[in-house]
């Protein structure tokens, strides 16, 4: 138990220094933060349920909208902001910003959930292959429907609020880099005290069959929609955040971006190992790192290194780095090996 | 648990990776300027991009090759740092605060698109990196109050409304009707709001006002009611893909209206896909080779036009001609500020009044380039099935007479 | 006027979707993909009929040379990719297909640029009723050439010694195995047909509209639903379904405007699906 502690406090110190000590990748730091958490609540439907799902895409552009919209809204008439014409200019006042963010996050966690509960009955009654294609639809619908309301800036674009001009050169990318680090942290924490209770083995039960456990007197449903509003939480949090960092929200490159970060999220769970807690981390990491450190040398390149790279990690890699680790040492994740059975299970094979 | 060793020495890595890769900061390197640069080479804007690139690199060659810049009796050369922004304004973002903390870029050049424009701006802005534009003419661009963003080209809200002064004013004065289609994307739906000012100044009435998908390959629809509306006027906007689509509907459906006027025609390559079935469109565009602009550098838009084909293997478009007239502004805004300070650089770049072979170029308060006229070009075809770009507004470069009404389709 | 308009230009739409759904269906019934780079193959086979047009061939032969080519491209993409997909998951195949979707889109951007391409076919403009009902001869042409492949490939499928072979495979394939069938010789044979038949879609695809690199993904997306709604193996389902589906597009661009179409698309596909679970659900069955 205490080297989990030290686990922890090391990676919360690094957290906690690591804008201060690499000043220069502070954004780099803070997407990190919200990959993970996609890849995390990504990996309650895709590894612990059983439900490859597109649409978590929904939840994080929903989010995204809101955030901005609320924090614009509370203060400004909304439509004279998103209006294309621009001809006022608003300028919020530290204040202003910092209490519309707070009261714009809260929306944009809560609305996405309320949005998962409605829908979730409808949708997750689907299984499979349809449940994924379903939902991937959903993400599309969602981000040309969203790009042809006016209200929220349609085609234009809606430029979120910029970040008043408090502190230095660096205050925004610090606040933004604590925000998204504090995210993490929430739902790192709460996905983890979720995965120490009985919900976990009720998700891995509908994972595994999904039928049997409804004779059990399961009722499935009731969990595979709470699960699915756990997930909404975080990615319209992570949305909301998202929003802010980069400045400007479009509907089907920015918000409801399912083509990169809907695959991404998925990509990043797979590659680190679906069905684990630090899977998704460990993948989201990876992924950020390679794709930052070598994207930009590709120049053009980068997106056959990258259909490539899906190709060669789901045909080869279907278990991630984590089912690597736990094939190679076992022993390590406290698992006991009967040689007999395995050299059994060779045979079989 | 044993597995945390497995991740405290993952973790352990991540740290090293990150402390080893060193920032380079380079800026003003040696006799170098480094600007940087963020384009489209991949996605859904990437032959614009390239456009912007060429016509980057032309100036870059050009004005290195004439003697660089002189700034303290010293003589710079032009470097572009490029990376690509994938035609995803949330990359784009990205990567500008990466050149600017990371490579230490100082002064930078704008991407492809008013979308990606819009996402850069409030980065350079936060640092006050100036930054010459030459690809974003959103209205919206310029009413924000950015002060380190400067536009050599005119904002878009001018692209289309000339076009409906003309229809008036060949209507003797009286209102017309106009029917608008316009693509979802910033560019486009501030040229409708562009149109919509013409609209009520003139008195007109807009019949139709139909948005389209940015998947756009079919407006059938539009079309349909274009037919039974009998507009005076139809105004189209939606980059090469919606010039294309409704040049060959509007043939294949014959549709009858007396204006066709429409954006991005060159970069479409009109003349050449669709041949006679494009002839009478009316263009917007914001450069046209045979303009008698004059500058020390490319001569004039004759000769550019020239070398880039020379270079490149094809006519340039406005986006290329725009892009290198950036590098000619940056030059002149270094030998006038002598200095690379950003705030000096910056208000030299405000005070610009020059001329290049692109246009006059003089910014207003919020940066838009308010010199130079947006021009109006008639695809025109000859006897053999050979199209040509002819300018037919404003008056005074006009080489060509505009034809109007369009004759009909049964007469052609 | 407007309504039989609309009605004509989507049933002609509609029966290039089945052609294009028609390929997903077999491929889906026989081997168990889900291949979302159906699209980028169509995509693919437009250029094809692009390049004949630009080297002065007419690209109504196009039709011919397009599924030909991707014939084999469709083997190749089989054997280097599909064939470690066939009996696993079909999650699986549909990530492992999306990035093979993603590879295609940008190898296409470097090969043929990003710029929107159509190849003029010169067919001209059939009027109807008083010149207010407008037909272009290509939309004409497309459709009866989707329909001669089609039942082309129905009676290939029924007559021919491999169109047997596929069938039996698609109904039972350890049966088939045992039986004799080279199977592995079957699912490259299907992917190839299928690839073929997105060429000849592509192809008429460019003669009729335009293409560019990036707009594969709703054609997938569109036949995946026809496929969904008309079932596996249902030819005339698929022609129905297809039809309606591009009645119900033009509509929709009429009645909610041009800029909700393919919304409306990818919003009929999570009703049909949800609809779909219901009606199922009420005899605690779902969607297999």
Same mark, same amino acid.
């Given at each position: 138990m205490s080297k989990n502690i030290l686990l922890y406090s090391a990676i919360v110190i690094f957290g906690l220094v690591a804008p201060f000590v690499f000043p220069a990748f502070k954004v780099q730091l803070s997407i990190l933060c919200v990959l993970i958490v996609l890849a995390t609540t990504w990996n309650i439907q895709g @590894?612990?349920?059983?439900?490859?799902?597109?649409?978590?895409i929904l939840f994080y552009g929903l989010g995204m909208y809101l955030c901005a919209s609320v924090q614009v809204g509370m203060f400004f008439p909304l439509a004279e902001w998103t209006e294309?014409? @621009?001809e006022k200019t608003f300028v919020h006042t530290p204040a202003q910003f910092f209490q519309g963010m707070a009261v714009g996050l809260v929306v944009a966690a809560v609305v996405p959930t309320i949005v998962a509960g409605l829908i979730g009955y409808a949708i997750l009654g689907l299984r499979g292959h349809y449940f994924a294609i379903c939902t991937l639809g959903l993400g599309v619908a969602a981000g040309e429907i969203s790009g042809g309301i006016?209200?929220? @800036?349609?085609?234009?674009g809606f430029t979120t609020p910029p970040f008043p001009e408090?502190?230095? #050169?660096e205050a925004r990318g610090e606040f933004f880099y604590f925000l998204s680090f504090g995210a993490l942290i929430l739902t790192f924490v709460a996905v983890r005290a979720i995965y120490s209770t009985r919900f976990r083995l009720i998700l891995n039960a509908i994972r595994d069959n999904e039928d049997k456990a409804e004779a059990m007197g399961i009722e499935t449903m009731k969990y595979k929609i709470i699960g699915w509003m756990v997930s909404a939480f975080f990615c319209g949090l992570a949305g909301g955040i998202m929003g802010g960092l980069v400045g400007y929200i479009d509907?089907?490159?920015?918000?409801?971006d399912g083509r990169e970060m809907g695959v991404f999220m998925v990509l990043m769970a797979i590659l680190g190992g679906? @069905?684990? #807690?630090?899977g998704p981390v460990i993948g989201a990491t990876v992924f950020h790192i390679f794709k930052e450190g070598f994207w930009t040398f590709f120049l053009g390149w980068q997106y056959v290194a990258l259909g490539v790279l899906i190709v060669v990690i789901v045909i080869y890699?279907?278990?991630g780095i984590m089912g690597w680790l736990r094939e190679k040492y076992p022993e390590k994740f406290g698992e006991v090996i009967d040689e007999k059975d395995r050299k059994a299970q060779v045979e079989l094979k | 648990m044993k597995i945390t060793r497995i991740i405290l020495s993952f973790i352990s890595a991540v740290v090293i990776l990150f402390s080893t890769s060193v920032t380079s900061f380079a800026k003003v390197v040696g006799d170098k300027i480094v600007l940087g640069a963020a384009i489209s080479?991949?996605?859904?804007y990437s032959s614009n991009g390239v456009h912007t690139q060429n016509g980057y690199n032309m100036a870059v060659d050009r004005i290195n090759s004439m003697g660089g810049v002189k700034v303290g009796g010293k003589t710079y050369k032009f470097e572009i740092i490029y990376y690509d922004d994938e035609s995803n304004p949330k990359r784009a973002a990205q990567l500008a605060e990466r050149l600017i903390s990371?490579?230490?870029?100082e002064f930078m050049l704008g991407p492809y698109s008013s979308g990606l424009t819009k996402a850069i701006a409030p980065v350079t802005e936060k640092y006050g990196v100036p930054m010459v534009e030459a690809n974003g003419a959103s209205r919206s661009l310029f009413t924000?109050?950015?002060?380190y963003l400067f536009a050599v080209l005119a904002p &878009?809200?001018?692209?289309?409304?000339v076009a409906i002064d003309l229809a008036v004013e060949k209507n003797n004065g009286k209102p017309v009707t106009v029917a608008m289609a316009f693509e979802q994307d910033a560019f486009s739906q501030d040229v409708r709001l562009g149109v919509l000012d013409a609209i009520k100044r003139t008195g007109s009435k807009k019949v139709i006002d139909d948005k389209l998908p940015?998947?756009?390959?079919?407006?059938a629809a539009t079309l349909v009611k274009v037919k039974q509306m009998k507009p005076d006027v139809l105004v189209v906007s939606g980059h090469t893909k919606g010039a294309l689509t409704a040049i060959r509907q509007i043939a294949e459906m014959k549709v009858d209206v007396p204006m066709l006027a429409m954006t991005h025609c060159d970069a479409a390559k009109l003349s050449k896909q669709h041949g006679k079935n494009s002839q009478y469109a009316l263009c917007a565009s914001q $450069?046209?080779?045979?303009?008698?602009y004059k500058d020390n550098?490319?001569?004039d838009g004759m000769k550019y036009a020239a070398d880039f084909e020379k270079e490149f293997g094809y006519d340039p478009p406005y986006q290329s001609a725009e892009s290198s007239a950036a590098l000619l502004v940056f030059k002149d805004a270094f030998e006038r500020a002598n200095s690379f300070d950003q705030k000096k650089v910056r208000d030299a770049l405000a005070a610009t009044n020059m001329q290049t072979f692109y246009g006059n170029i003089k910014f207003a308060e919020g940066g838009q380039n308010v010199d130079k006229p947006m021009v109006l070009f008639q695809v025109m075809c000859d006897g053999s099935g050979k199209c040509e770009n002819k300018v037919v &507004?404003?008056?005074? $470069?006009?080489s060509a007479k505009l034809i109007h009404p369009i004759p009909k389709w049964s007469e052609r | 006027m407007i309504t039989v308009q609309a009605c004509l230009d989507g049933l002609l739409l509609g029966i290039l979707f089945a052609l294009i759904a028609y390929g997903m269906a077999l491929q889906w019934g026989v081997m168990n993909i889900i291949n979302i780079a159906q699209g980028d193959l169509v995509i693919l086979g437009g250029y094809i009929a692009y390049f004949m047009y630009l080297y002065g061939?007419?690209?109504?032969?196009g039709v011919i040379v397009s599924p030909i080519i991707m014939y084999f491209i469709g083997v190749g993409i089989y054997k280097l990719v599909i064939n470690k997909v066939?009996?696993?998951?079909?999650f699986i195949s549909i990530l492992a297909t999306f990035g093979i979707s993603i590879l295609f889109m940008q190898l296409m951007n470097f090969a043929f640029g990003a710029d929107v391409v159509l190849a003029n076919s010169g067919y001209g403009t059939t009027m109807l009723f008083d010149n207010n009902v407008t037909l272009p001869n290509s939309k004409i042409f497309s459709a009866v050439i989707s329909i001669v492949f089609a039942i082309g490939l129905v009676i290939y499928m029924k007559k021919s010694k491999l169109g047997r072979a596929i069938r039996a495979t698609a109904q039972n394939s350890r049966a088939a195995k045992i039986l004799g069938v080279d199977t592995e010789k079957v699912y490259a044979a299907t992917f190839g047909i299928n690839a073929a038949l997105c060429g000849v879609a592509g192809a008429l695809i460019s003669i009729t509209f335009t293409i560019h690199p990036y707009m594969g993904l709703p054609y997938t997306i569109r036949s995946f639903m026809i496929v969904i709604v008309a079932g596996l193996g249902n030819l005339p389902g698929v022609a129905m379904s297809g039809m309606g589906l591009g009645v119900f597009e033009e509509f929709a661009d009429y009645?909610?405007?041009?800029?909700?179409r393919i919304g409306a698309v990818f919003l009929l596909l999570v009703l049909i699906l949800v609809y779909r679970r219901f009606k199922l659900s009420r005899k605690r069955e779902y969607l297999k």
């Open positions: @590894g612990e349920m059983g439900y490859n799902t597109f649409g978590n294309s014409g @621009g006016e209200i929220i @800036g349609a085609g234009q408090v502190g230095g #050169l509907s089907t490159d920015v918000a409801f679906k @069905g684990t #807690l630090w890699f279907p278990e | 080479l991949t996605g859904k990371q490579d230490g870029v924000k109050g950015y002060k &878009a809200n001018l692209y289309l409304d940015k998947e756009l390959n079919d407006m $450069w046209h080779k045979t303009l008698t550098f490319f001569k &507004a404003p008056t005074k $470069w006009a | 061939i007419h690209p109504a032969w066939v009996d696993r998951d079909l009645i909610l405007g041009t800029e909700f």
